[in-house]
Protein backbone atom coordinates (compact mmCIF):
# COMPACT_ATOMS: atom_id res chain seq x y z
CA UNK A 1 0.00 0.00 0.00
CA UNK A 2 1.18 3.46 -0.76
CA UNK A 3 1.73 6.23 1.56
CA UNK A 4 -0.45 9.54 1.10
CA UNK A 5 1.27 12.95 2.19
CA UNK A 6 -2.15 15.02 2.69
CA UNK A 7 -0.89 18.10 2.12
CA UNK A 8 0.34 17.58 -1.17
CA UNK A 9 -2.93 15.32 -1.85
CA UNK A 10 -4.67 18.24 -0.75
CA UNK A 11 -2.81 21.25 -2.61
CA UNK A 12 -3.43 19.21 -5.93
CA UNK A 13 -7.13 19.11 -5.02
CA UNK A 14 -7.04 22.83 -4.73
CA UNK A 15 -5.27 23.14 -7.98
CA UNK A 16 -8.59 21.77 -9.25
CA UNK A 17 -10.87 25.11 -9.62
CA UNK A 18 -14.07 22.88 -8.79
CA UNK A 19 -16.95 25.59 -7.67
CA UNK A 20 -20.08 24.26 -7.77
CA UNK A 21 -21.17 22.69 -9.79
CA UNK A 22 -17.57 22.04 -11.51
CA UNK A 23 -16.08 18.99 -10.87
CA UNK A 24 -12.49 20.43 -12.43
CA UNK A 25 -11.22 17.51 -12.31
CA UNK A 26 -11.40 16.70 -8.48
CA UNK A 27 -13.49 13.86 -8.67
CA UNK A 28 -10.62 12.23 -11.01
CA UNK A 29 -7.88 13.02 -8.73
CA UNK A 30 -9.43 11.54 -5.87
CA UNK A 31 -10.69 8.23 -7.54
CA UNK A 32 -7.51 7.88 -8.99
CA UNK A 33 -6.36 8.00 -5.55
CA UNK A 34 -8.59 5.81 -4.19
CA UNK A 35 -8.28 3.01 -7.35
CA UNK A 36 -4.83 2.87 -5.83
CA UNK A 37 -5.61 1.69 -2.66
CA UNK A 38 -8.05 -0.80 -3.88
CA UNK A 39 -11.02 0.97 -3.63
CA UNK A 40 -14.26 0.31 -6.10
CA UNK A 41 -15.29 3.42 -7.26
CA UNK A 42 -18.64 4.58 -9.01
CA UNK A 43 -19.04 7.88 -10.09
CA UNK A 44 -22.90 8.97 -9.59
CA UNK A 45 -23.70 11.57 -11.58
CA UNK A 46 -27.17 13.00 -11.00
CA UNK A 47 -29.10 15.85 -13.25
CA UNK A 48 -32.65 17.12 -13.02
CA UNK A 49 -34.70 20.06 -15.31
CA UNK A 50 -33.67 23.03 -13.88
CA UNK A 51 -30.62 22.42 -12.23
CA UNK A 52 -26.82 21.92 -13.10
CA UNK A 53 -25.62 18.40 -13.64
CA UNK A 54 -23.18 17.50 -10.73
CA UNK A 55 -20.92 14.43 -10.74
CA UNK A 56 -20.50 12.66 -7.42
CA UNK A 57 -18.08 9.85 -6.37
CA UNK A 58 -18.65 6.77 -4.01
CA UNK A 59 -15.96 4.47 -2.87
CA UNK A 60 -15.70 1.25 -1.38
CA UNK A 61 -13.25 -0.94 0.02
CA UNK A 62 -14.06 -4.23 1.88
CA UNK A 63 -17.34 -6.21 1.54
CA UNK A 64 -18.39 -6.80 4.82
CA UNK A 65 -19.59 -4.98 7.98
CA UNK A 66 -18.77 -2.48 10.45
CA UNK A 67 -18.99 -0.41 6.93
CA UNK A 68 -17.35 2.98 8.12
CA UNK A 69 -18.03 6.11 5.47
CA UNK A 70 -15.90 9.01 5.27
CA UNK A 71 -18.12 11.57 3.81
CA UNK A 72 -17.98 15.49 1.98
CA UNK A 73 -17.43 17.40 -0.90
CA UNK A 74 -14.70 18.20 -3.27
CA UNK A 75 -17.39 21.20 -4.62
CA UNK A 76 -16.12 24.82 -3.06
CA UNK A 77 -17.43 28.27 -2.75
CA UNK A 78 -16.70 30.77 -5.30
CA UNK A 79 -13.50 32.98 -4.52
CA UNK A 80 -15.49 36.60 -5.08
CA UNK A 81 -12.50 38.92 -6.56
CA UNK A 82 -9.97 37.06 -6.63
CA UNK A 83 -7.28 40.39 -6.48
CA UNK A 84 -8.11 40.44 -3.09
CA UNK A 85 -6.15 37.29 -2.41
CA UNK A 86 -2.09 37.38 -1.09
CA UNK A 87 -2.06 34.31 -4.02
CA UNK A 88 -4.13 32.78 -6.57
CA UNK A 89 -6.98 30.96 -4.80
CA UNK A 90 -6.30 27.50 -6.79
CA UNK A 91 -2.51 27.87 -6.92
CA UNK A 92 -2.49 25.84 -3.95
CA UNK A 93 0.81 27.44 -2.27
CA UNK A 94 2.09 26.29 0.86
CA UNK A 95 3.85 29.20 2.63
CA UNK A 96 4.66 29.98 6.45
CA UNK A 97 3.30 26.33 7.58
CA UNK A 98 -0.17 26.83 6.08
CA UNK A 99 -1.59 25.55 2.94
CA UNK A 100 -3.64 28.57 0.65
CA UNK A 101 -6.40 28.41 -1.59
CA UNK A 102 -10.40 27.87 -1.80
CA UNK A 103 -11.16 24.75 -0.41
CA UNK A 104 -8.06 24.55 2.17
CA UNK A 105 -10.45 24.02 5.03
CA UNK A 106 -13.45 23.56 3.68
CA UNK A 107 -12.79 20.87 2.97
CA UNK A 108 -10.20 19.57 0.69
CA UNK A 109 -8.01 18.88 3.52
CA UNK A 110 -9.82 16.91 5.08
CA UNK A 111 -10.86 15.17 2.15
CA UNK A 112 -6.62 14.21 1.82
CA UNK A 113 -6.80 13.40 5.37
CA UNK A 114 -9.15 10.74 4.52
CA UNK A 115 -7.39 9.05 1.80
CA UNK A 116 -3.97 9.44 4.13
CA UNK A 117 -5.80 7.77 7.03
CA UNK A 118 -6.87 4.90 5.08
CA UNK A 119 -3.37 4.39 3.28
CA UNK A 120 -1.85 4.40 6.54
CA UNK A 121 -4.05 2.08 8.02
CA UNK A 122 -4.58 -0.49 4.61
CA UNK A 123 -0.52 -0.08 5.26
CA UNK A 124 -0.52 -1.40 9.19
CA UNK A 125 -3.31 -4.25 8.73
CA UNK A 126 -2.99 -6.88 6.09
CA UNK A 127 -7.31 -7.06 5.58
CA UNK A 128 -9.83 -4.82 7.05
CA UNK A 129 -12.25 -6.43 9.53
CA UNK A 130 -15.24 -4.43 7.48
CA UNK A 131 -15.48 -1.86 5.12
CA UNK A 132 -14.20 1.50 4.45
CA UNK A 133 -16.07 4.14 2.03
CA UNK A 134 -15.75 7.73 0.79
CA UNK A 135 -19.36 9.22 0.03
CA UNK A 136 -18.35 12.50 -1.86
CA UNK A 137 -20.20 14.85 -3.62
CA UNK A 138 -19.56 17.96 -6.08
CA UNK A 139 -23.08 19.83 -4.68
CA UNK A 140 -22.93 20.70 -0.79
CA UNK A 141 -21.92 24.43 -1.30
CA UNK A 142 -24.73 24.33 -4.45
CA UNK A 143 -28.31 23.68 -4.26
CA UNK A 144 -27.49 20.28 -2.88
CA UNK A 145 -29.98 18.70 -5.00
CA UNK A 146 -28.08 16.67 -7.22
CA UNK A 147 -25.43 15.80 -4.35
CA UNK A 148 -25.78 13.65 -0.98
CA UNK A 149 -29.09 12.94 -0.98
CA UNK A 150 -29.64 11.13 -4.23
CA UNK A 151 -26.39 9.15 -3.62
CA UNK A 152 -27.90 8.19 -0.72
CA UNK A 153 -31.10 7.21 -2.61
CA UNK A 154 -28.54 5.05 -5.24
CA UNK A 155 -26.87 3.46 -2.28
CA UNK A 156 -30.44 2.25 -0.72
CA UNK A 157 -31.24 0.76 -4.20
CA UNK A 158 -28.13 -1.07 -4.43
CA UNK A 159 -28.54 -2.70 -0.66
CA UNK A 160 -25.33 -0.88 0.70
CA UNK A 161 -25.64 -0.50 4.09
CA UNK A 162 -23.48 1.99 6.07
CA UNK A 163 -23.20 1.62 10.06
CA UNK A 164 -21.21 4.91 10.93
CA UNK A 165 -20.46 8.29 8.99
CA UNK A 166 -18.23 11.16 9.24
CA UNK A 167 -18.48 14.27 7.41
CA UNK A 168 -15.55 15.92 7.24
CA UNK A 169 -16.69 19.52 8.00
CA UNK A 170 -14.51 22.22 9.18
CA UNK A 171 -16.00 21.68 13.02
CA UNK A 172 -13.50 23.69 15.16
CA UNK A 173 -14.01 26.94 15.76
CA UNK A 174 -10.34 28.25 16.57
CA UNK A 175 -7.97 24.78 17.01
CA UNK A 176 -7.85 21.41 15.86
CA UNK A 177 -9.45 19.04 18.82
CA UNK A 178 -11.71 21.70 19.80
CA UNK A 179 -15.28 20.42 18.26
CA UNK A 180 -16.84 17.46 17.20
CA UNK A 181 -20.61 17.81 16.12
CA UNK A 182 -23.00 15.04 16.80
CA UNK A 183 -26.31 16.91 15.64
CA UNK A 184 -27.11 19.84 14.00
CA UNK A 185 -30.35 21.89 14.66
CA UNK A 186 -32.98 21.88 12.07
CA UNK A 187 -34.37 24.92 9.94
CA UNK A 188 -37.10 26.40 8.93
CA UNK A 189 -37.31 29.98 6.87
CA UNK A 190 -40.76 31.85 6.54
CA UNK A 191 -42.26 34.35 4.31
CA UNK A 192 -45.58 36.26 5.83
CA UNK A 193 -47.25 38.04 3.71
CA UNK A 194 -50.32 40.51 4.59
CA UNK A 195 -52.51 41.64 1.78
CA UNK A 196 -54.17 44.90 1.96
CA UNK A 197 -55.98 47.68 -0.07
CA UNK A 198 -53.86 50.24 -1.79
CA UNK A 199 -54.88 54.02 -1.40
CA UNK A 200 -54.13 57.62 -0.85
CA UNK A 201 -52.85 58.08 2.56
CA UNK A 202 -55.30 61.08 3.31
CA UNK A 203 -58.42 58.47 2.48
CA UNK A 204 -57.30 55.72 4.99
CA UNK A 205 -61.09 55.16 5.22
CA UNK A 206 -60.95 53.87 1.31
CA UNK A 207 -57.88 51.13 2.00
CA UNK A 208 -56.60 48.69 4.37
CA UNK A 209 -53.23 49.25 5.04
CA UNK A 210 -51.68 45.74 5.56
CA UNK A 211 -48.10 47.11 7.79
CA UNK A 212 -49.35 47.72 10.97
CA UNK A 213 -50.63 44.36 10.99
CA UNK A 214 -47.49 42.88 9.16
CA UNK A 215 -46.08 44.09 12.38
CA UNK A 216 -48.19 42.73 14.86
CA UNK A 217 -47.97 39.35 13.15
CA UNK A 218 -44.08 39.52 12.83
CA UNK A 219 -44.06 40.58 16.25
CA UNK A 220 -46.35 38.65 18.03
CA UNK A 221 -43.90 35.22 16.47
CA UNK A 222 -40.82 37.35 17.68
CA UNK A 223 -42.03 37.48 21.36
CA UNK A 224 -43.08 34.12 21.16
CA UNK A 225 -40.62 31.67 23.20
CA UNK A 226 -39.68 28.07 22.32
CA UNK A 227 -38.38 26.15 24.65
CA UNK A 228 -35.51 26.34 27.19
CA UNK A 229 -32.82 23.85 25.14
CA UNK A 230 -32.42 20.17 25.57
CA UNK A 231 -29.81 18.03 27.19
CA UNK A 232 -27.49 18.24 23.73
CA UNK A 233 -28.51 21.72 22.17
CA UNK A 234 -28.93 25.51 23.18
CA UNK A 235 -33.02 26.84 22.96
CA UNK A 236 -34.44 27.04 19.58
CA UNK A 237 -34.39 30.21 18.19
CA UNK A 238 -36.29 32.89 15.63
CA UNK A 239 -34.61 35.31 13.98
CA UNK A 240 -36.78 37.81 12.16
CA UNK A 241 -34.72 38.95 8.54
CA UNK A 242 -36.44 41.36 6.88
CA UNK A 243 -39.84 43.25 6.28
CA UNK A 244 -40.80 44.30 2.96
CA UNK A 245 -43.11 46.69 1.61
CA UNK A 246 -41.50 47.98 -1.08
CA UNK A 247 -43.04 51.25 -1.24
CA UNK A 248 -40.61 54.35 -2.20
CA UNK A 249 -44.06 57.21 -2.03
CA UNK A 250 -44.50 58.91 0.87
CA UNK A 251 -48.91 59.24 -0.41
CA UNK A 252 -49.67 55.84 -0.66
CA UNK A 253 -51.22 53.05 1.38
CA UNK A 254 -49.31 49.61 0.16
CA UNK A 255 -51.43 47.18 -0.77
CA UNK A 256 -49.33 44.53 0.61
CA UNK A 257 -46.13 43.40 2.94
CA UNK A 258 -44.10 40.69 3.71
CA UNK A 259 -41.83 39.70 5.90
CA UNK A 260 -39.17 36.91 6.11
CA UNK A 261 -38.14 35.00 9.18
CA UNK A 262 -35.55 31.83 10.33
CA UNK A 263 -35.86 29.53 13.10
CA UNK A 264 -33.14 27.34 14.03
CA UNK A 265 -35.21 24.30 16.41
CA UNK A 266 -33.46 21.48 18.72
CA UNK A 267 -34.74 18.05 19.40
CA UNK A 268 -37.85 19.25 20.82
CA UNK A 269 -39.64 20.22 17.25
CA UNK A 270 -39.22 18.56 14.11
CA UNK A 271 -40.59 20.33 10.85
CA UNK A 272 -44.33 19.35 11.49
CA UNK A 273 -44.50 20.72 15.18
CA UNK A 274 -42.09 23.92 14.15
CA UNK A 275 -45.17 24.32 11.39
CA UNK A 276 -47.94 24.24 13.60
CA UNK A 277 -46.45 26.17 16.24
CA UNK A 278 -45.60 29.00 13.21
CA UNK A 279 -49.71 28.86 12.55
CA UNK A 280 -50.58 29.48 16.37
CA UNK A 281 -48.78 32.08 16.83
CA UNK A 282 -49.46 34.05 13.29
CA UNK A 283 -53.73 33.25 14.49
CA UNK A 284 -53.23 34.36 17.44
CA UNK A 285 -51.77 37.60 16.72
CA UNK A 286 -54.95 37.77 13.76
CA UNK A 287 -57.21 36.78 16.47
CA UNK A 288 -55.76 39.20 19.12
CA UNK A 289 -55.51 42.40 16.31
CA UNK A 290 -58.03 45.05 15.64
CA UNK A 291 -59.86 44.61 12.08
CA UNK A 292 -59.43 42.35 9.59
CA UNK A 293 -55.91 40.62 9.29
CA UNK A 294 -55.59 38.22 6.59
CA UNK A 295 -52.32 36.65 6.19
CA UNK A 296 -50.56 33.77 3.82
CA UNK A 297 -47.79 32.01 5.35
CA UNK A 298 -45.21 30.21 3.00
CA UNK A 299 -42.38 27.79 4.84
CA UNK A 300 -39.48 26.55 3.38
CA UNK A 301 -38.01 23.39 5.68
CA UNK A 302 -33.95 23.10 4.69
CA UNK A 303 -33.01 20.47 7.34
CA UNK A 304 -34.53 18.66 10.00
CA UNK A 305 -32.56 18.90 13.60
CA UNK A 306 -30.46 15.57 14.15
CA UNK A 307 -28.41 14.00 16.78
CA UNK A 308 -26.72 11.09 17.23
CA UNK A 309 -26.62 9.86 21.12
CA UNK A 310 -22.89 9.65 22.35
CA UNK A 311 -22.05 6.34 21.94
CA UNK A 312 -19.01 3.96 20.90
CA UNK A 313 -18.64 5.60 17.50
CA UNK A 314 -18.46 9.14 18.83
CA UNK A 315 -16.31 7.90 22.15
CA UNK A 316 -13.50 6.42 19.27
CA UNK A 317 -13.51 9.34 17.23
CA UNK A 318 -13.38 11.65 20.96
CA UNK A 319 -10.44 9.75 21.94
CA UNK A 320 -8.50 9.44 18.44
CA UNK A 321 -8.97 13.39 18.72
CA UNK A 322 -7.70 13.75 22.19
CA UNK A 323 -4.70 10.98 21.52
CA UNK A 324 -3.26 13.04 18.84
CA UNK A 325 -4.19 16.98 20.04
CA UNK A 326 -4.27 16.54 23.81
CA UNK A 327 -7.64 18.42 23.77
CA UNK A 328 -10.50 16.64 24.74
CA UNK A 329 -13.27 17.88 21.99
CA UNK A 330 -16.98 19.31 23.08
CA UNK A 331 -19.61 17.30 21.44
CA UNK A 332 -21.71 20.66 20.07
CA UNK A 333 -25.04 20.77 18.29
CA UNK A 334 -24.26 23.93 17.16
CA UNK A 335 -24.31 25.65 14.09
CA UNK A 336 -25.36 25.92 10.16
CA UNK A 337 -26.33 23.18 7.96
CA UNK A 338 -24.83 20.32 6.20
CA UNK A 339 -24.86 16.87 4.17
CA UNK A 340 -25.62 15.43 7.51
CA UNK A 341 -29.02 16.32 7.61
CA UNK A 342 -29.32 13.94 4.55
CA UNK A 343 -27.32 11.19 5.79
CA UNK A 344 -28.77 10.72 9.37
CA UNK A 345 -32.04 9.02 7.46
CA UNK A 346 -29.22 6.63 6.49
CA UNK A 347 -26.76 6.17 9.01
CA UNK A 348 -25.25 7.59 12.74
CA UNK A 349 -23.10 10.31 11.52
CA UNK A 350 -21.00 12.62 12.97
CA UNK A 351 -18.89 15.47 11.67
CA UNK A 352 -15.23 16.54 12.43
CA UNK A 353 -12.41 18.19 10.39
CA UNK A 354 -10.79 21.36 10.24
CA UNK A 355 -10.38 24.52 11.67
CA UNK A 356 -13.16 26.71 10.61
CA UNK A 357 -11.71 30.16 10.71
CA UNK A 358 -10.83 30.86 7.32
CA UNK A 359 -13.65 28.77 5.12
CA UNK A 360 -15.64 30.95 2.55
CA UNK A 361 -13.23 33.62 3.04
CA UNK A 362 -10.77 35.26 1.63
CA UNK A 363 -7.25 34.17 1.79
CA UNK A 364 -8.85 30.62 3.11
CA UNK A 365 -6.00 28.52 4.57
CA UNK A 366 -5.19 25.89 7.22
CA UNK A 367 -1.91 25.42 9.10
CA UNK A 368 0.04 22.07 7.68
CA UNK A 369 0.60 20.57 10.59
CA UNK A 370 -3.39 20.10 11.18
CA UNK A 371 -3.94 18.40 7.95
CA UNK A 372 -1.77 15.51 9.43
CA UNK A 373 -2.72 15.77 12.25
CA UNK A 374 -5.99 15.19 10.96
CA UNK A 375 -5.09 12.67 9.22
CA UNK A 376 -3.32 11.08 12.41
CA UNK A 377 -7.11 11.43 14.27
CA UNK A 378 -8.89 9.58 11.04
CA UNK A 379 -6.50 6.96 11.21
CA UNK A 380 -7.09 6.63 14.96
CA UNK A 381 -10.45 6.08 14.33
CA UNK A 382 -9.84 3.15 11.85
CA UNK A 383 -7.72 1.67 14.69
CA UNK A 384 -10.48 2.21 17.31
CA UNK A 385 -13.67 1.36 14.98
CA UNK A 386 -12.22 -2.17 13.65
CA UNK A 387 -10.24 -3.13 16.65
ZN1 LIG B 1 -18.22 22.23 3.58
Not at 221 to 246: M, R, W, Y
Not at 294 to 317: A, M, N, R
Not at 337 to 346: E, G, L, P, Q, V
Amino acid sequence: MSHIDPVELAAQLIRCPSVTPAEAGALDLLQETLTGLGFTCTRLPFEEDGTAPVDNLYARLGSEGPHICFAGHTDVVPVGDADDWQDDPFAGEIRAQALWGRGAADMKGSIAAFAAAVAGYCAAHDDIAGSISFLITGDEEGPSINGTRKMLGWLEEQGEVIDDCLVGEPTNPDVLGDMIKIGRRGSVNGVVRVIGTQGHVAYPHLADNPVPQLVTLMGHLANGKLDDGSTHFQPSNLEITSIDVGNDATNVIPADATGRFNIRYNDHWDAEKISAWIKTRLDEAVANAAGDAHYELELFHTGDCFLTVPGPFVETLSAAVEEVTGRAPVLSTSGGTSDARFIKDATRVVEFGLVGKTMHKVDENVPVDDIRQLAKIYQKLLDGYFA
